[in-house]
């Protein structure tokens, strides 16, 4: 008999996460559950038990936290010897909220740099949490995405889903050749990567967005994703046997969105769950808008 795939799946304690690990249950894949907070963790596998989902373990990860990393790494190397599936789900978004404008503008549509003069009593962007942003979604996600390679690689299938966003598109760079520099994968390096988030947060300190062309709206969140799939192309060039993606689930109410996404979680995680099942001979280096190939530099504003 087949033996069981085992997924990785981290922020998976609500939201997209959480689906993402209920639908790739149910597609018969053991999932390891990871939350930074166990308690939150351990609700959500029982809330999964409770719907008849069994095949689920819970362990701590908090993706900022090296020796975090490092326990779950050990653990999954003593208990199953490799890793099939890694879904690096767990972000956050870097701005604060004010709930009442926010939703009455329309959520994260009005959103765009062409209202950043609107946008001031509804979102702020303080720079400690646009660092902090960068800290988890590119830094911390690249951290552990290293730390299983070596797992991975003993997988006869190994698969590594980076949940992006469209946000991370470089439609919304202004800078034309920052844009070809990310998008010039043959010669991008990841340590040009890391110049790229420096300057940002340098010139977003000094307020120097606008002079240097980058996104004026949710700022570091989309350097953030950006820097995403900039690396997930590289890592699929680097590592050939394995299939490494990105993919935007689509604008869903979560937590994330203060509720306001057009898509529930469940619709949002039908992406990554398929790219995390993809077939050995399927794409690898490609960005999905939710479960179609898309583009990495340019956007269909209908299909947010
Ligand atoms: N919702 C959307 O419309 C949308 C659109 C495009 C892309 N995305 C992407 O989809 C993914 C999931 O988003 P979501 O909407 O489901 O967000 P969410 O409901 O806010 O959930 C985020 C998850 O990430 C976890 N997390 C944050 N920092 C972490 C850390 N340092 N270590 C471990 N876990 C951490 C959170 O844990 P806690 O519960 O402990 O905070 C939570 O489990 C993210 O990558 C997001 O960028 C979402």
């Keep these: 008999m087949e033996e069981k795939r085992c997924a990785v799946i981290t922020g998976g304690n609500k939201g997209i996460g959480f689906e993402i690990c209920r639908q790739l249950a149910l597609e018969g894949v053991k999932i390891i559950l990871t939350a930074r ?118 997988s006869k299938s190994p698969r590594i889903v980076n949940v992006t966003s469209i946000y991370g598109n470089l439609h919304w760079f202004h800078n034309e050749k920052l844009k070809k520099e990310l998008e010039d994968i043959e010669n991008l390096t990841e340590g040009r990567i890391d110049e790229i988030i420096q300057w940002f947060l340098r010139d977003f300190k000094a307020a120097k967005l606008r002079e240097n062309g980058w996104p004026l709206t949710s700022s570091a969140y989309k350097v953030s994703k950006a820097a995403l799939n900039a690396y997930t192309r590289l890592m699929a060039k680097k590592f050939q046997n394995i299939r490494i993606n990105c993919v935007h689930p689509g604008y869903c109410a979560t937590d994330m969105t203060s509720d306001t996404g057009f898509l529930t979680a469940e619709e949002g995680a039908k992406g990554p769950v398929m790219v995390a099942l993809l077939p050995d001979d399927g794409p690898s280096g490609v960005f999905f808008n939710k479960t179609q190939i898309g583009s990495f530099s340019s956007v269909d504003l209908n299909k947010l």
């Design 37 to 154: 907070n166990e308690s939150r963790g351990l609700k959500a596998v029982e809330k999964l038990n409770a719907s008849g989902i069994s095949d689920v373990i819970f362990h701590q990860l908090d993706i900022n936290d090296p020796t975090s990393i490092a326990c779950l790494v050990e653990f999954i190397e003593t208990r199953f010897r490799k890793l099939d599936i890694l879904i690096n789900n767990a972000a956050e978004i870097g701005i604060v909220v004010h709930e009442n404008e926010f939703r009455a503008g329309g959520g994260f549509i009005q959103m765009i740099d062409e209202n950043v003069h609107l946008l001031t009593n509804v979102v702020e962007e303080p720079y400690e949490l646009g660092e902090q942003c960068l800290n988890t979604n590119y830094y911390a996600t690249k951290r552990i995405t290293e730390a299983f390679i070596p797992l991975l690689q003993l």
